[in-house]
């Protein structure tokens, strides 16, 4: 029997690293439901024994807490790419720029932003993740009213509101969006960015694709 590759991981064996087992960790969150895995089932899809599954991540509450702060972080980014450079960039354009790259950010670290979306507030570190999920938000709707204020956008919907509605259409993304299913994040960014921002715009749309003419 061949042996395997040097450097390969080997089920059974302790041969993961901490990356991996936070990778793996969040697909049994997702799948099964965070209070509904145990680090018996984690060591079990790992090939380790349960013991031994501590020798590589000290706790479930840590691999949780890992998990939130990898979506928080980068969730925070953008809102932080958002809010830099203001001079020379109007609030709509920034706005813009910011639903854009959330939907980047959620191709990119899907698991992670699935599990973030599901938490309720069960324990301290949920309820850390909570409160800075409001952050984000309460930042996203004041740049939503910078592009009201400065005239971009209709005045007619608060604030707060669109905010929402942006950014849920773009959270609603792990519902259905699965890697390699034929749209990628390049298109998602795309696609999201024009419909939401076509329909909110103040002045003349853009110009539509006309449907083919029927023969």
């Known amino acids: 029997m061949s042996e395997p590759a040097p450097g390969s991981a080997r089920r059974g064996r302790p041969g993961y690293d ?40 000290p706790s479930k509450t840590h691999l949780l807490s890992l998990a939130l702060d990898e979506a928080l972080d980068a969730l925070t980014q953008v809102i932080e790419e958002a809010s830099s450079g203001v ?27 699935t599990l973030l979306l599901r938490v309720r ?59 390699g299913g034929g749209v990628d994040g390049a298109q998602l960014s795309e696609a999201i960015t024009t419909i939401a921002f076509d329909g909110l715009a103040i002045g003349p749309p853009h110009q539509s694709i006309s449907p083919p003419h029927q023969s």
Not at 29 to 37: A, I, K, R, S
Not at 48 to 56: E, G, Q
Not at 130 to 156: F, N, P, Y
């Open 121 to 179: 507030g069960n324990s301290e570190v949920e309820l850390d993740a909570l409160r800075r999920r409001r952050e984000i938000d309460a930042r996203l709707a004041a740049l939503v009213k910078e592009a009201i204020d400065e005239g971009s956008l209709r005045t007619d919907v608060p604030p707060a509101l669109v905010s929402r509605l942006l950014f849920g259409m773009v959270n609603s993304l792990v519902e259905w969006h699965r890697a």
């Open 87 to 113: 001079a020379g960039r109007t609030a709509y354009e920034r706005l813009r720029q910011a639903v854009h790259r959330s939907v980047q950010v959620l191709v990119e670290h899907q698991p992670a932003v």
């Open 18 to 57: 901490q990356e991996t087992v936070l990778r793996r960790a969040v697909e049994l969150f997702n799948d099964q439901g965070y209070e509904g895995t145990s680090m018996g089932d984690l060591a079990r899809e790992l090939g380790f024994t349960k013991s031994a599954i501590y020798h590589h991540v």
